[in-house]
């Protein structure tokens, strides 16, 4: 059998591949990279095979110093990050943008943020806030209320919010001016408020400032509109107390609802050990049946005619003649009088007796006449619905 000197070549080509492919490590020099280069004579028999190795670059040594410099960059990177959040409570998203714009200064980062939150919080200025708390502080012989909302519960909870609430309630303790009656209730005016000035101490906001500034770099922080809504100031005289009840409360001096009664006592000399135990019982009761007036007396001409109307309507739907309706008439309005005054209510710690005959006992058991001079109860959010519905309406009324 023969063949032609093509398919001899050709055969001796493939066989002299396969000889040269086993061994890759002398082709190669040790790396198994290279190639072979194979010449036949006439006869068809290996003439010269030349093994050509191919050297790779050494990229080992330099792909690790990249890694472990990305390695080490990385791990800056994550705790400046870290640091940042600590200090602001931002998104990390918000943290790590103002980082790259700021090239990793954390210093001009903190800046950049600041920058940020001012502008969005004052967009989200105009935006229904109507959660958030009461914050309460006092001394001997006055107290002050302020209410801080923001837009969600979850906010409201929040240890910066709180703090600040807190330092807000303080410092209108301060105020001057802003009690300018001897004893009894008064509102600190809006000006008084937001122009105080603080000095907080906290990881997260410090500093002097004030209350203005404060409120908008916390609401840069948490992302809500957050405002100091209103606060008021309750004093007593010389020989009295100022007591305070707050509901749902988080930690001291913090609630959802607060109550606040001023006693006072005519004997100078008088203990007030028990006027002040009954006093924070009254400042709970305030909280609990939602007095509107103090006495008789002191119910509107307004109030009091409305509710009579609407009990004569309901009474002469029972047919009865013009002299039983009178007398149905009268014995509502006594309940209506023990509804929403204070003096009239059934005490809610001990129901057997109203607020009247409690101060009766405690007025033997000090010796001298007591009195309740004014009382106080707010809620965080209270009527702002009422008003945020009020304003759309109008607002629809001028559309149409």
């Known amino acids: 059998m023969g063949f032609s000197g093509g398919a001899k070549r050709c055969l001796?080509?493939?066989?002299?591949?396969?000889?040269?492919?086993?061994?890759?490590?002398?082709?190669?020099?040790?790396?198994?990279?290279?190639?072979?280069?194979?010449?036949?004579?006439?006869?068809?028999?290996?003439?010269?095979?030349?093994?050509?190795?191919?050297?790779?670059?050494?990229?080992?040594?330099?792909?690790?110093?990249?890694?472990?410099?990305?390695?080490?960059?990385?791990?800056?990177?994550?705790?400046?990050?870290?640091?940042?959040?600590?200090?602001?409570?931002?998104?990390?998203?918000?943290?790590?943008?103002?980082?790259?714009?700021?090239?990793?200064?954390?210093?001009?980062?903190?800046?950049?943020?600041?920058?940020?939150?001012?502008?969005?919080?004052?967009?989200?200025?105009?935006?229904?806030?109507?959660?958030?708390?009461?914050?309460?502080?006092?001394?001997?012989?006055?107290?002050?209320?302020i209410e801080l909302n923001c837009e969600t519960d979850f906010v409201a909870r929040n240890e910066i919010f709180q703090f600040l609430a807190l330092a807000l309630a303080k410092q209108a303790l301060l105020v001057e001016g802003s009690s300018q009656q001897v004893s009894g209730v008064c509102p600190i005016a809006s000006e008084h408020l937001e122009d105080m000035k603080l000095n907080l101490e906290h990881p997260k906001i410090s500093g002097e400032t004030t209350a203005q500034n404060a409120i908008t770099e916390v609401a840069a922080v948490m992302g809500e509109n957050i405002k100091l809504r209103r606060g008021f100031m309750m004093s007593t005289a010389s020989h009295g107390v100022v007591s305070t009840y707050l509901h749902a409360s988080p930690q001291p001096g913090l609630g959802r609802i607060a109550g606040i009664v001023s006693l006072e006592v005519d004997d100078k000399i008088a203990q007030l050990d028990a006027i002040q135990r009954i006093g924070s019982e009254l400042a709970m009761h305030v909280v609990a049946a939602k007095p509107l007036f103090l006495t008789k007396e002191l119910v509107s001409t307004d109030a009091l005619e409305s509710e009579r109307e609407i009990l004569k309507s309901q009474a002469q739907n029972t047919g009865k003649s013009q002299m039983a309706i009178d007398k149905i008439v009268e014995g509502r309005l006594r309940k209506y009088y023990e509804e929403v005054v204070l003096m009239e209510q059934k005490f809610i710690v001990d129901d057997s007796v109203n607020v009247k005959t409690l101060l009766d006992k405690l007025s033997k058991e000090v010796g001298s006449p007591v009195k309740i001079k004014s009382f106080f109860r707010m809620e965080v959010g209270e009527g702002i619905q009422r008003l945020e519905a009020s304003s759309t309406s109008e607002n629809l009324a001028e559309a149409a």
């Open 12 to 145: 001796g080509s493939i066989l002299s591949t396969r000889m040269v492919s086993r061994c890759p490590t002398t082709a190669s020099g040790g790396n198994g990279r290279g190639f072979s280069s194979c010449a036949l004579n006439k006869g068809g028999t290996e003439a010269q095979t030349s093994l050509i190795p191919l050297r790779a670059p050494n990229t080992q040594c330099g792909s690790a110093l990249f890694l472990r410099r990305f390695s080490v960059e990385s791990s800056d990177h994550m705790s400046l990050i870290k640091q940042l959040r600590q200090r602001t409570s931002a998104p990390m998203k918000d943290v790590k943008a103002a980082l790259v714009d700021c090239n990793w200064e954390i210093e001009d980062a903190l800046k950049e943020l600041r920058r940020r939150g001012m502008v969005l919080a004052s967009k989200k200025s105009s935006r229904l806030a109507s959660e958030g708390l009461l914050a309460l502080a006092q001394n001997e012989s006055k107290a002050a209320l």
